[in-house]
């Protein structure tokens, strides 16, 4: 995050983040804690372990590709996400730029992060999945979508800036990081062998006709709840509610 913001303070035309999610989330970071973000441009390689805002690019696999790729870009300038969240009881600020959310989606990013790092893919969260079924409990939370509200038990709540998440599962079909706003998954009040069906299905996309998955578009989501909710970022579990959401439009120049 520091480098990435030093890189921007002093005048370099792109900073590119090698490796996954995780990294891409603290360059993303750096570049929008300098105030200096319309000047540089963020290159992606895709040499991580989820590396879904890559996919969601088209960036290759291969870094030898990749690389050739940046040398003539074009740059289109992308949305950024900011959440505000509670961390050891202070209110503070995270940028995403694929996907932030709250729910299980948070226990299980707790869980997956303390799993070997060498495992790719969508591994560790179907694992994270696995192992959280026995203990997590759905929330009952209060949820605004831009001027709507509503009281609603979930299970998960996603909120996609890109189209990918844990690791290729293509969470929001409809997803732009051109059109200011974001696509909100709302998981409801599954059981234990709905919530397998619908991630499973996410990786075909096709979780979206499940009758308990709801997709809405906002540009602002706020969480409120009387309860314990983790708040993961870009696959990093980063606090808990309350929180709000919101989308910076056309903030940040990106290689494609």
């Known amino acids: 995050m520091e480098l990435a ?4 303070l002093a005048g370099y035309k792109m900073v590119v983040a090698s490796g996954g999610d995780g990294t891409l989330n603290e360059v993303v970071n750096g570049l929008m804690d300098s105030g200096n973000a319309g000047s540089t441009a963020l290159g992606v390689l895709n040499t991580g372990t989820g590396c879904d805002f890559a996919r969601f690019l088209g960036v290759s696999r291969d870094y030898r590709q990749a690389c050739l790729h940046l040398i003539n870009p074009r740059i289109i300038k992308s949305d950024v996400g900011v959440v505000e969240y509670k961390k050891n009881g ?5 940028f995403f730029i694929s996907a932030a959310g709250f729910g299980m989606d948070g226990e299980v990013v707790e869980t997956a992060v303390k799993g070997p790092r060498i495992i790719h893919g969508n591994i560790p969260y179907f694992l994270g999945i696995l ?3 026995g203990t997590y409990k759905n929330k009952n939370i209060h949820l ?3 001027d709507h509200e509503e009281d609603v038990r979930i299970c998960s709540v996603i909120i996609a800036n890109g189209g990918f998440y844990a690791g290729g599962a293509h969470i929001a079909p409809e997803a732009s990081v051109q059109d200011g706003a ?3 998954m709302i998981l409801g009040d599954v059981g234990k062998l709905e919530l ?4 499973l299905a ?3 996309g096709t979780h979206v006709t499940h009758p308990k998955v709801r997709i809405e578009r906002a540009s602002r989501v706020t969480l409120q709840s009387s309860e314990r909710v983790l708040i993961q970022a870009d696959g990093e579990l980063v606090g808990e509610g309350p929180a709000t959401f919101r989308v910076i439009p056309a903030a940040l120049n990106i290689a494609v």
């Open 144 to 146: 605004r979508l831009d």
């Open 5 to 8: 913001r030093e890189a921007a």
């Open 182 to 184: 974001f696509e909100v």
């Open 196 to 199: 397998v069906q619908v991630f």
């Open 131 to 133: 192992q959280s079924l």
């Open 90 to 94: 202070e209110t503070v600020r995270r």
């Open 202 to 204: 996410a990786y075909r």
